[in-house]
């Protein structure tokens, strides 16, 4: 079947502006995660939802960041008035369960620049 | 909390030479390892769990406690195996659910 999805691919943007970006978990994966690669950096966990429920915000940089999910599928991460430091790329995971067990499946990713 | 650290950005190695890409991490907990790759214009991928104890592509990974450490081994390196390679710790994070902790990730190129 098809894997997790995200749109746009690229995502240009001045600053101070809002940004949304999207990502189509597999058909069927109750978990998704949000991660941000920066430059030069790993990944960083952001948000992790389990349905439409987020038992963990730990990773969210800032009060400018926040993610929803609905109907248990497509989650929305949002960045108000970007920072040229938001400029990464953010990846959406998602798997079968959120246990241990449970292998997480990446999209492509969206590269985001703030200008 | 939990760390994982690859110590080297880029490992360049001839083909067929030995590859061994360095992992250590820091956990309280029982780890779960992963390694990951990802592949030039390619998503991130799952390339093997420790759990699993399996070789994918020819590559290896052996958990060592004592020293905190998950090097990822294959014996005789390709050309296909160019690509970036991120050690990751699943961890309890406490908020029902499992965070994955990545290295800031090794970047293999392998010489023909």
């Known amino acids: 079947g098809a894997g997790v999805s995200q749109s746009p691919s690229n995502k240009v943007t001045e600053k101070g502006k809002d940004v949304e970006l999207r990502c189509d978990p597999i058909?069927?994966?109750?978990?998704l995660y949000w991660y941000r690669q920066s430059l030069g950096q790993g990944l960083e966990f952001l948000i992790y939802f389990q349905g439409n429920s987020a038992p963990d915000k730990s990773g969210l940089p800032s009060d400018r960041f926040s993610a929803e999910r609905t109907g248990g599928s497509v989650s929305t991460l949002t960045i108000q008035r970007t920072q040229q430091e938001d400029s990464a790329v953010y990846l959406c995971?998602?798997?079968?369960?959120?246990?241990?067990?449970?292998?997480?499946?990446f999209g492509p990713g969206t590269r985001l620049t703030v200008l | 909390a939990q760390r994982v650290t690859q110590p080297e950005k880029l490992l360049s190695v001839f083909k067929g030479a030995p590859v061994e890409l360095k992992c250590n991490y820091s956990y309280s907990g029982s780890p779960e390892l992963f390694w990951y790759v990802q592949y030039s214009r390619q998503r991130l991928q799952l390339l093997l769990r420790?759990?699993s104890r399996e070789s994918i592509k020819g590559f290896t990974a052996d958990l060592n406690k004592g020293e905190t450490s998950f090097h990822l081994k294959k014996p005789f390196a390709q050309e296909e195996d160019s690509a970036m390679y991120y050690c990751?710790?699943?961890?309890?994070?406490?908020?029902?659910?499992?965070?994955?902790?990545f290295g800031k990730g090794t970047k293999l190129s392998v010489i023909p």
């Open positions: 990751a710790l699943l961890a309890y994070s406490g908020a029902g659910s499992y965070q994955l902790t």
């Open positions: 058909s069927g994966h109750t978990a």
């Open positions: 995971a998602s798997s079968l369960m959120a246990g241990p067990t449970d292998t997480q499946y």
């Open positions: 420790h759990i």
